[in-house]
């Protein structure tokens, strides 16, 4: 079956659209990567968007448009990597959506938004649509995230020791698969949760503070090859003020978003000090992302910490992060309490797709009528099929569960 999977995350600055061919061999899946587009946000869309998301307020008129909008974006670039990496011949598309809320209250998820209307990208392209994935895990007691965790434990059960993926969004989250762990908690069960702020306070720091290139006339919105960073040197005090976020010492399994860590929250903890220089900000902000990982990882004895996301392009963040974490030089194993950092491109999945070819797996699971989920990675009270079907047209046939259920994900 050939599934798009589209994504865009926390930092809203484009759609990614993976395509993947997947089979089932036994009790593993087998996904053939066939390529990813990624298509940016039009101007006007993602100001609108920035403006809508928390701490603002908004009324329906603002949702209503930015659901369908956003919708349709998303059918175009359905329509896109269907030409381009399908030959036409996708079977299926996966929509994540893009967030605009999380809502936590006492430490639990009641609910989560996810918008762009499925129904655009079914119109587009004909193929059946998997939307709405994460709300079938809170309605269960999840958390709703981080989604991805089923497919990590898929893919890197077997390893040796205790591998770790980590996604270096807006924000960061990681799963953690215990020696023999399988999606059903067999062998150590594998545990899923949001570190914190990967590139979300970063980036806010930096359309806040590095202003506008005035040769290129271009507005920052992100420290490109950590090149503030770079310039800049940790303030202390900020850092220790910023560690002293009570969601870090929160049992996991938890997630959170930009409902907390927003630009409102940085100027909150600036206001503490006097003017500082837009460099040192963003280099304090690029250690709290190193530091709030490793500090997260490190209880679990991870002997590796396999990296993926936007924040793998920034190569201050993924130094910081190797000091913190005792690491050895890309591509080493780990000894002793060194822990090996590598990207997810070691191991065939591209670190820039890596989620959107994790939203085509959900895909495919929900078709099949395979659950999506490991509770004790989301916290829920069971596994579940995820999402609903939009149909591309008339004739809706959904394909039959595989004789045996794939616990294993192999990347061809």
């Known amino acids: 079956m050939r599934v798009v999977g589209l994504m865009s995350g926390t930092s809203y600055d484009a759609i990614d659209a993976a395509a993947a061919d997947l089979a089932v061999d036994g009790d593993t899946l087998v996904l053939t990567p066939l390529g990813l587009i990624s298509t940016a946000y039009d101007e006007e869309l993602r100001a609108e968007l920035a403006g809508a998301l928390p701490p603002a307020g908004v009324d329906l008129a603002t949702v209503c448009r930015l659901d369908t909008r956003i919708g349709q974006a998303f059918a175009a670039a359905a329509v896109r990597a269907d030409r381009e990496l399908c030959d036409g011949r996708a079977d299926l598309i996966a929509s994540h959506g893009q967030t605009v809320y999380h809502w936590t209250e006492a430490d639990r998820v009641r609910g989560t938004l996810q918008i762009g209307e499925p129904a655009w990208i079914a119109e587009a392209t004909g193929r059946p649509v998997v939307s709405g994935f994460r709300t079938r895990d809170v309605a269960a007691g999840g958390q709703g995230a981080p989604l991805v965790s089923v497919v990590d434990v898929m893919w890197l059960r077997g390893r040796p020791g205790v591998p770790v993926a980590l996604n270096l969004g807006g924000i960061g989250n990681v799963t953690v698969v215990p020696d023999g762990a399988g999606p059903d908690g067999a062998g150590g069960a594998p ?222």
């Open 191 to 412: 545990l899923a949760f949001d570190t914190g702020p990967a590139n979300a306070l970063i980036d806010a720091a930096v359309r806040e503070l590095a202003g506008r290139d005035a040769s290129a006339g271009a507005a920052y919105s992100m420290d490109v090859d950590g090149a503030l960073a770079a310039r800049g040197s940790v303030h202390a005090p900020l850092l220790r003020r910023l560690l002293d976020e009570p969601y870090y010492a929160r049992p996991a399994p938890k997630t959170t978003g930009k409902e907390l860590f927003h630009l409102p929250y940085l100027r909150t903890a600036l206001d503490a000090f006097g003017p500082l220089p837009a460099e040192d900000v963003v280099a304090t902000l690029t250690r709290l992302t190193a530091r709030t990982v490793a500090d997260a990882v490190r209880p679990f004895g991870a002997t590796e910490v396999i990296a993926s996301g936007g924040g793998t392009r920034n190569p201050v963040l993924m130094g910081w992060l190797r000091d913190e974490l005792g690491a050895g030089a890309p591509g080493s194993a780990g000894r002793g309490d060194r822990v090996a950092l590598r990207t997810s491109d070691e191991l065939g999945l591209p670190s820039g797709a890596k989620e959107a070819y994790a939203f085509a797996v959900l895909g495919w699971l929900t078709a099949h009528g395979l659950p999506g989920t490991v509770p004790s990675c989301t916290g829920a009270r069971h596994a579940s099929v995820l999402g609903s079907v939009t149909p591309g047209g008339p004739g809706l046939r959904l394909p039959e569960p595989p004789a045996t259920a794939p616990t294993r994900l192999v990347v061809a």
